[in-house]
Each structure stands twice: as structure tokens, then as C-alpha cells.
């Protein structure tokens, strides 16, 4: 595309740009191929000029040339020009994102204004209108000798601030461009291969049930009356739908706003061997919070960073992840409106929210071609399917959703990721963090008593307080065997009306948890602002039993400790108060709890022959311990080592660390 650049005379004063006359509009091109800053000469009185710029000429506003460089210098304060800011098409594209998003005025760096733009092939050109010390960049349309005239003159007499670019993003979103080149298919076609692919998924959906291996999620995602609805419709038609659930997270309820906001999606993953459709998905959410302004693009890459974590803990848990964005032109998506609003019988098609998007489409292409180049990974690709023929549409979504189930069900065994980091060892003075704990530690009767009364008391009040109903409370116990947990927990609640907490005991994982990644058991028990969660055991089973027994690969507990902490930081982020205990005692006080356990009946069920076998495995559970307090005890959700050979002090000491962990919330508050 050939382009033109468009300048104005400026003045630097005092840190500001400014045009040099109202509306006074002056072309400048250069044939140059490299511009650098110190080829730029500053003009007397702290001017720097355009047309200063050496091989540089002035021609008339509407003239085009065939630049293939784009360049940016930028100037002090007294006009020197201090150096080239922007090289290439890429940097510079950013930088025109950058300005348009407003993460930046026109200053690229500390005491800096960006003074000339030769944008080329772009279709974009770069203006300064004056504003005071906030002066930004405007983005016109250049498209044509006849845009490029109009866009100079609009430039010229507006104060708006940034202006899109509609050629630039109409169009000019490259990873939508085969989207835009209206595919389509003969009627006939179609129904010539529509019963074959039929056929064959029906196949592949009951293979994959038999099978039982893997999930399969469908995320749904794209232009308004694009064909989303309808086309899953037809795969509902062509499919099982017994076997397909279809979920949608528009709205959130009163439920899921009192929880963290993946807690809505978690509840909803497929179990194994069956398939699940997302609408207004994690992508739906980021994305219309971006082009309705509610956050800008540090959040956003937050929240790509996030829905990446999530996506490659889904593959590696043995999910296949389908992404799909149905796209339409502009120009489609209008005709398609200006189609069916006179139209009586089909005007119910259109809803709000493509009356809202067609206003709003040029920043939901934009954002969107952010989220699909920076979240399109080899375990889960997007597909861009142009939405303008419905026959075209159906045949590629349904074949994409063929081939990808046909090969991942030709597989025996999913891959299995190894670690690239060198397996954890004892440590070489077998010196371990629970050898380091006093465990001489004790309190008498009375003192016991009296501290636990107090603290007891402290927790009600806290619970009570109205600031709890900005916060969960979540209470994790971990420990030795006959470490006292089910003790220390029973203090915890004789402080508290049964209503307001809930203990959720972990044990071996039950055959619809085993059918789902292996955190989900946890999300669904996540508490609601106010309330309160035990979890005897916990998500650290993985990283402890499991790695020591052997029940689950090396690669799945060397990567569970970056997933805990992805966990834990979504639910400190939501306001949840996390406190996790490890309640510590020796061998000797371990054995000793054992044959007491031996000897009194109403005890004897909480001894069992595993309990002794995992004596034998001491020296590994330490490690284990040591390497999860190391690789997960952080300053959100830190551990907190309870020397508990004396049951009273480690009952004190849990109730003392919770009520503090709650005052520390509100003082945060």
C-alpha cells in the first residue's frame, strides 16, 4: 500500500508540542530509506522543522508516494533533536497502538515528544493538533489521494484527541485478512459431504466416550451474526447432544460474583469423554472489558497471561482445546444488519449487542487479533472461519472438529511433557526445615484454657464483622499422621455457628474427580464472600502423597507447584483469606499416638495400616515437606509450622495465626 506522510511546522517549548499556525497543514515526503536523529537539524528559537529533514520536499496535501520506511525521532526541551525513537513497521504500529489506547500521550519517553512520522504502507498518518501539554497523535484514514486530502483538513481544525483509523484496523488486521475475501460453497457441495462428516463425527464423539481419555472444549468467540449460534446449533443437530453441554458466562450471578471469577468456568469443564461448548468465555470477558474501556492493556495482557496458565494446565491435565473466531468484514456485518432490521420476520435476529458491536467493531477487531496472536500456542491453536456463508462455515467447523478428534483419539496415551529441570534431592547435610522446629514448645492446662478461650472468642467476633463480607475464608490443614489435625479443627469450629463454615475432607479422588483436571475437586469448594471452607488435606496431596507413592508422573508434581501458586493467587486476588497449616510432631510422638490410638476403641478407626507403612517413608515425606513449603510458602499464601507435639499449643497457635490472618485482611481493606 502506498502511503503519504502529513506534517505540521513545530515548536518546542517547555516540554510541549504545538503547531506552528491554526491549521497550517504542510506535506512532507522523503525518499530517504534510513533517517537517524542526528541528521535532523534543530531550527534557531528551539524549532525543529519538517521541513528541515535533508532530501526532504514539500508537495500538496492528496499526493501519493512510495515510501518503504517508517520513521519517529523525538526532541528535548530546548528542540535538539535527541535521537530516532521508532524503526520499522512493527515498532511503529505499536507505538500508533500505544497512542490510540492511551497508554501514552505523545511522549515515548521521560521528557520527550514524538516529532515526526513518515508512516508508510500502513494506510495510517500521523498529525499534532494542540491540546495544552497532554498534545497527542492523531490516527486518520490514508487509504487514497482523496482520504489522505480530507484527513489532513479534519486534522487540521478538530481538538479531538486520538482518532481510529478505520483503514488501519478495517481491513488491515492481517490475521482476519482470508477471513474477509467472501468464502463460500455451492449448496450442492454441501450436501453432498454433509452426510459423511455426520457420519464420522458421530463416530468420533462415541469413540471418544467409549475411550473416557480426555475432555474435549469448544471455545466460542468472534463477530455478532457471524453464525456461532447457529452453527453449534448444527452440531447439536449432527451429534449426540446428550453428550454436548453447552454453557454460557454473558452475565454473572449473584453466586459467581461472590467468588473468584474462574470458579464459573472451572464448574462447567467437560468430564472426560465428553464434549463442552463455551460461550462468553475467559476470551469474551477480557475482551469486551478492554473495548468498553473498564481496564487497559496491562490488564489485558494479565488476563492473556492468565487464560494461557489455564489453557496449558488443561492440555496437560489431557484436554483437547478447540478455539474458534467467526469473523466477519464490516461491510458484511452492516449489510447483514441493514438486511434484517426492515425485515419483519427476521428483525428478532438482531439483539443489542449487535447494535453494540457494530459501533464498537473496529476496537473489538483490533483487541481481538491482540488476544488471538498472543494466545494461539501449538496444544491449543485458534481457527479464524468466515462467517458470511453459512454452508462454508459449517463444513470447516465441522471437519477442523473431525480431524483433531480423529488424531487425538488415534493416539494411545496423551503425551506426557518431561520436566526440564534436574529431579529434587535430600539435601546434602540432611539438615530439612521440620528438623529445625522447636518441638519442645508447650502450654500448661490453665494457661491452655485461658488462651483458647480468648482466642476462640476473637474468631466469633471476627467473623461477625461486616468487613468479613468482603472476604472468604479459606483454612488448610496438612500435617503428619496423628499430627492432631482433626483436634485443632474441632477448636476452630466450637467458635462458630455451624452455619457459617463447612469442612471439606480430602481423601483418594472419586471417579467423577478423577475425570476432570486435578484441581477441580478444590475449585467447586470454594467458599462465597462471608463464609468459611475447612479443607482437611487439600491440593497439596499431588506434591506430597501423590509424589510419594508414586501416584502420579514426576512431570505432573514438578509442574503442580507453579499450578498451586496460579491457584492461590486467583484466590487472594478475589479477596479470599488463605491460611495453611502444617501441624509437625517427631517419630517418637507419632508412634506413641499410634498404639494409643491401638488401645482406646473409640480411636481405633483413625489407625490404619497405611498409617504404619507410611512410617517406612518418613525421610521422603520430609523431603516432599520441605520442597512445598520452598516452592509454595509465598507472601500471599504463606505456610505457617505448627510444632504440635503438644496438642494444646498447636490448638492455640492455629486459632491465633487465623484471627490474625483476618485482622490483617481488614487492615489491608
Known amino acids: ?195 459423511a462428516l455426520r457420519e464420522a463425527l458421530l463416530e468420533a464423539q462415541y469413540e471418544l466416550k467409549q475411550q473416557a481419555r480426555f475432555p474435549v472444549i469448544v471455545l466460542i468467540n468472534g463477530i455478532e451474526g457471524a453464525g456461532k449460534g447457529e452453527t453449534v446449533k448444527l452440531l447439536n443437530e449432527w451429534m449426540d447432544p446428550r453428550l454436548i453441554q453447552v454453557s454460557t458466562f454473558d452475565i454473572q450471578t449473584d453466586e459467581e460474583l461472590a467468588r473468584p471469577p474462574a470458579w464459573r468456568y472451572w464448574r462447567q469443564l467437560p468430564p472426560k469423554g465428553r464434549m463442552g461448548v463455551f460461550f462468553g468465555n475467559w476470551y469474551s470477558q477480557m475482551l469486551q472489558g478492554r473495548v468498553h474501556g473498564k481496564f487497559k492493556d496491562a490488564v489485558l495482557d494479565q488476563a492473556i497471561d492468565g487464560a494461557e496458565r489455564l489453557e496449558r494446565m488443561l492440555c496437560d491435565e489431557g484436554a483437547l482445546i478447540f478455539k474458534f473466531w467467526f469473523h466477519l468484514s464490516k461491510k458484511h456485518m452492516k449489510a447483514r444488519l441493514e438486511a434484517l432490521k426492515d425485515d419483519p420476520l427476521h428483525s428478532w435476529r438482531i439483539s443489542p449487542l449487535d447494535w453494540q458491536q457494530s459501533k464498537t467493531y473496529d476496537k473489538f477487531v483490533h483487541h481481538g487479533e491482540r488476544i488471538l496472536r498472543r494466545t494461539s500456542r501449538d496444544y491449543a491453536p485458534w481457527y479464524v472461519v468466515e462467517g458470511v456463508d453459512h454452508y462454508y462455515r459449517s463444513l470447516t467447523v465441522g471437519r477442523i472438529l473431525l480431524e483433531g478428534l480423529q488424531a487425538a483419539l488415534a493416539n494411545p496415551q496423551r503425551v506426557q511433557l518431561q520436566p526440564h529441570a534436574a529431579p529434587l534431592v535430600s539435601s546434602l547435610d540432611n539438615r530439612g526445615l521440620l528438623a529445625s522446629l522447636d518441638m519442645t514448645q508447650a502450654l500448661s492446662k490453665d494457661d491452655y484454657k485461658e488462651q483458647l478461650a480468648t482466642e476462640q472468642a476473637r474468631l466469633s467476633g471476627l467473623m461477625r464483622d461486616k468487613r468479613m463480607r468482603k472476604h472468604a475464608l479459606i483454612a488448610t490443614f496438612e500435617g503428619n499422621d496423628a499430627a492432631g489435625k482433626g483436634g485443632a479443627i474441632r477448636r476452630v469450629t466450637g467458635a462458630l455457628d455451624p452455619r457459617q463454615y463447612r469442612i471439606v475432607p480430602v481423601a483418594a479422588p472419586t471417579e467423577e474427580e478423577r475425570a476432570q483436571p486435578y484441581l477441580w475437586r478444590f475449585w467447586r469448594h470454594i467458599p462465597a464472600r462471608g463464609k468459611f471452607t475447612i479443607f482437611d488435606r487439600s491440593w497439596y496431596g499431588r506434591v506430597l502423597v501423590e509424589r510419594v507413592e508414586g501416584f502420579c508422573s514426576q512431570a505432573d508434581w514438578l509442574r503442580a507447584y507453579g499450578e498451586i501458586n496460579d491457584f492461590e493467587e486467583q484466590l487472594t486476588n478475589a479477596g479470599v483469606i488463605l491460611v495453611k497449616f502444617w501441624l509437625a510432631i517427631d517419630q517418637q510422638t507419632q508412634l506413641e499416638r499410634f498404639k494409643e490410638r491401638e488401645q482406646i476403641p473409640f480411636k481405633r478407626f483413625k489407625i490404619t495400616e497405611e498409617d504404619w507403612r507410611n512410617r517406612d517413608k518418613w525421610d521422603d515425606y520430609a523431603d516432599a515437606v520441605g520442597d512445598m513449603v520452598d516452592r509454595t510458602s509465598t507472601e500471599i499464601a504463606p505456610w505457617t509450622l505448627i510444632e504440635a507435639n503438644d496438642k494444646r499449643f498447636a490448638r492455640v497457635k492455629v486459632l491465633r495465626t487465623i484471627n490474625e490472618a483476618i485482622e490483617a485482611a481488614f487492615a489491608r481493606d
Open 1 to 195: 500500500m502506498n502511503g503519504a506522510v502529513l506534517g505540521q511546522q513545530f515548536c518546542a517549548e517547555r516540554s510541549q508540542l504545538r503547531p506552528q499556525g491554526e491549521g497550517a497543514l504542510q506535506v512532507v515526503v522523503t525518499q530517504r530509506v534510513l533517517l537517524h536523529a542526528d541528521e535532523v537539524q534543530a531550527g534557531t528559537g528551539g524549532r525543529l522543522l519538517l521541513e528541515q529533514l535533508p532530501g526532504a520536499e514539500k508537495i500538496q496535501p492528496g499526493t501519493e508516494t512510495g515510501l518503504s520506511n517508517i520513521q519517529a525521532f523525538a526532541i528535548g526541551e530546548s528542540g535538539e533533536a535527541r535521537r530516532q525513537i521508532v524503526v520499522g513497521e512493527e515498532d511503529i504500529a505499536r507505538l500508533f497502538q500505544a497512542v490510540f489506547l492511551g497508554e501514552i500521550d505523545v511522549a515515548v519517553a521521560a521528557r520527550q515528544r514524538l516529532a515526526a512520522l513518515v508512516p508508510v504502507e500502513l494506510g495510517v498518518m500521523g498529525v499534532w493538533h494542540g491540546r495544552g501539554p497532554l498534545d497527542r497523535v492523531a490516527i486518520l484514514p490514508c487509504s487514497g489521494t482523496s482520504a489522505l486530502g480530507q484527513g489532513a483538513a479534519a486534522a487540521g481544525k478538530s481538538g479531538l484527541h486520538p482518532l481510529l483509523c478505520e483503514d488501519r484496523f478495517q481491513g488491515g488486521c492481517r490475521m482476519f485478512e482470508s477471513a474477509e475475501i467472501g468464502r463460500s460453497i455451492d449448496k450442492a457441495v454441501f450436501e453432498a459431504e454433509e452426510p
